[in-house]
């Protein structure tokens, strides 16, 4: 049994009127020391996704609707609130996107480590605090023991996602979701915290699961990738697979709308058209109305999931075939 | 912290001029004779003379001023014309009853406002919310003198609870029983108020719920209490103490209103008695002390505005 096993995950928005779908039939598996990157463009549901994992969405109008999340043997959407709790930063981590806002700014970063650390462990405050210089060491603070009394608006961007990945890692996960953890920071930033995760998860056998639009990223850092488009997953295979063989049409799309060069450049573009809303009911495949491949069937019947080779899956009705 | 405060006091010396200036101006404003004005319908023209020599109203307006100001910093408010006693000596008798009367008044804001806002941002969108929202609205829409006098109505007259009116020292017979007098004033004072923190701590905790750095507090696995009370309310009280001048401010002008109902030898009831006795040195002080207890109040909220955020003392 896989580290982490999400089986046809269903996630619905509750409006006044009725429940909208955002995720729906999500399946995918993470093993001990794996990279599963999730990839797609804005709206997709991938942070919905992580946080249904973690356990987050708590009082907000997102619900779970259907499927099953097994972690480490455990259902986890069976367990009690306070079950979960004991999970969630211990054995179970989150980095997120937003590191300017992510840490609380009235207290200072070594006491938002120690919080976590002995929220889980049976330690002492002085203890804590000893092991909370070695991790802020672990992920390249300089000066770690001065650092740790820094208040987070004293620090960049770039560490304060460090002093996250710290904190995420200072009860030895057995899985880290990170969800667009580099998204907000700069190129050369960007690399430093990617290669840090990969190095840690190198040393510590995390599984990760590494969320981001970036097709780029994914390529450089994960075992295997699940494309998301509105919801549901596109194309799923080991990274060497997939880019092999780029088989979904918006796969394809994704790929040539990494920027090379000028970052700027607005990337969506080259895909053109917009994820369907949510509040859009469709009957065919979602991407249809973008895709070059659409025919009359796209139109009126959503494609199934598709073993397409031994474990690389996907979800079009024109698989791997091109425009010709 | 200690380089911030002599920061900001030293920013008072401009402020505090220009305050003084108006208080000055205050007697010079009214029409007639500023000596005669000082010295009340009953004085004699000698003592008028006298005391326009003293205060050198014959000399320009500036050098009157400093006259003014050197006797002020020295304590010397002037001679109250209704009690023919220093102004500094009448404020005093009245001080005992009003700081004891804010000192409750502040107790009840925060010992009724903080925790029912609490709950209210806990509980927002159940009915526990619509009814502490609803009564909070009740509260700060009520005016302070109606809510005394029904406070009187039901607690006094009726249940025979507290007394209604006056306030005798804690110095005289009944020594700290003697409070009992100021539960009715102090509820009234602090109704009003109570109900804006209410309101202030449920919209800042609503606020502070969304930011991401709850979302990280509750991604360690803490209880959901520990994640309220130690990231959200925490994180809220900056807001609130930010407001707590403002409610310093509404707060004097109530206290007159309500030295007034319940009869409170207090300096808000002196103020009132004092314009009814055209006795204007005792107004001039009056509006001198509280114009230095608002600066210094607000040196206060500004402190502990920085304690509670560490962005701010760095800026
Ligand atoms: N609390 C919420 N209430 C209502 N709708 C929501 C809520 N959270 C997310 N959604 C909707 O669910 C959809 C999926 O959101 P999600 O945050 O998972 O997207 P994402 O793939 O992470 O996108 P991004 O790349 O922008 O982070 C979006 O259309 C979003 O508008
Ligand atoms: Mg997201």
Not at chain 1, 179 to 199: F, I, N, S
Not at chain 1, 253 to 262: A, K
Not at chain 2, 51 to 62: T, V
Not at chain 2, 102 to 113: C, D, E, Q, V, Y
Request: charged share 15%; proline share 5%; aromatic share 6%.
């Amino acid at each position: 049994m896989a580290l982490l096993e999400v089986e046809n995950l269903e996630i619905a928005v509750s409006t006044q009127r009725n429940l909208l779908p955002v995720v729906q039939g999500v399946s995918f598996t993470v093993d001990e020391n794996e990279t599963l990157g999730i990839v797609g463009e804005s709206g997709c549901g991938k942070s919905l996704t992580s946080l249904a994992i973690m356990g987050l969405l708590g009082t907000s109008p997102v619900r779970i609707t259907g499927g099953s999340i097994h972690f480490d043997g455990m259902n986890l959407l069976a367990l009690s609130e306070r079950e979960r709790r004991a999970i969630m930063g211990n054995r179970m981590a989150m980095i997120f996107q937003e590191p300017m806002t992510s840490l609380n700014p009235v207290y200072r970063i070594g006491d938002q480590i120690v919080e976590n650390l002995r929220q889980h462990q049976n330690l002492s405050h002085a203890a804590a605090r000893d092991r909370s210089v070695e991790l802020l060491s672990l992920v390249r603070i300089p000066d770690p023991s001065e650092r740790i009394d820094s208040f987070p608006h004293q620090m960049s961007g770039g560490q304060r996602q460090r002093v996250m990945i710290a904190m995420a890692l200072s009860c030895d996960p057995k899985l880290l979701i990170a969800d667009e953890p580099t998204t907000a920071l700069d190129v050369t930033v960007q690399k430093e915290v990617l290669d840090l995760m990969a190095d840690l998860q190198s040393r510590m056998g995390t599984a990760i699961v590494l969320i981001s639009h970036d097709l780029g990223v994914i390529a450089e850092t994960c075992d295997k990738v699940a494309v998301m488009y509105r919801g549901k997953i596109a194309e799923a295979a080991s990274t060497a697979d997939l880019f092999a063989e780029l088989l979904h049409p918006y796969t394809r799309g994704l790929l040539n709308s990494i920027p090379v060069v000028d970052r700027d450049v607005e990337w969506l573009e080259a895909i053109p058209g917009r994820v369907p809303t949510l509040e859009e009911t469709l009957t065919g495949c979602a991407f249809q109305p973008r895709c070059e491949l659409a025919t009359e069937l796209c139109a009126c019947e959503a494609p199934q999931t598709t073993q397409f080779k031994p474990g690389h899956s996907v979800q079009c009705h024109f698989a791997g075939q091109d425009r010709s | 912290m200690l380089a911030y405060t002599v920061k900001r006091l030293f920013t008072l010396i401009p402020t505090l001029l220009a305050a003084s200036i108006l208080v000055f101006l205050f007697v010079h404003l009214i029409p007639g004779d500023p000596a005669a004005i000082l010295l009340g319908d009953t004085a004699t023209p000698e003592e008028i003379a006298q005391l326009s020599a003293e205060m050198g109203f014959d000399r320009p307006l500036w050098i009157q001023y400093f006259l003014w100001l050197g006797n002020v910093l020295q304590g010397d408010l002037g001679i109250s014309i209704f009690f023919r006693e220093p102004v500094l000596a009448v404020i005093g008798s009245g001080a005992e009853t009003s700081i004891l009367l804010a000192s409750m008044t502040m107790f009840w804001i925060i010992l009724i406002g903080l925790p029912i806002g609490v709950l209210s941002a806990t509980k927002h969108g159940t009915w526990v919310d619509q009814i502490t929202s609803s009564g909070a609205m009740l509260a700060a829409s009520m005016p302070t003198f109606w809510l005394g006098l029904y406070l009187i109505m039901i607690f006094s007259v009726t249940l025979g609870w507290f007394p209604s009116s006056g306030f005798p020292s804690l110095s005289d017979d009944g020594g700290i029983t003697n409070l009992r007098y100021l539960i009715l004033p102090s509820l009234t004072l602090a109704a009003p108020n109570a109900a804006l923190i209410v309101r202030l701590v449920r919209a800042s905790m609503l606020d502070v719920a969304r930011e991401d750095h709850v979302r990280t507090a509750r991604a360690k696995g803490l209880h959901p209490a520990r994640v309220t009370i130690k990231h959200v309310f925490r994180n809220a009280l900056i807001a609130v103490a930010a407001a707590f001048g403002f409610t310093f401010a509404a707060l004097i002008s109530e206290a007159v209103v309500t030295e007034t109902v319940f009869s409170l030898p207090g300096i808000g009831r002196l103020v009132v008695q004092s314009i009814l006795r055209r006795d204007y040195p005792v107004i001039q002080g009056v509006i001198l002390v509280i114009v230095v207890l608002y600066m210094i109040i607000n040196l206060l909220v500004d402190l502990a505005y920085a304690r509670l955020d560490p962005r701010v003392s760095l800026k």
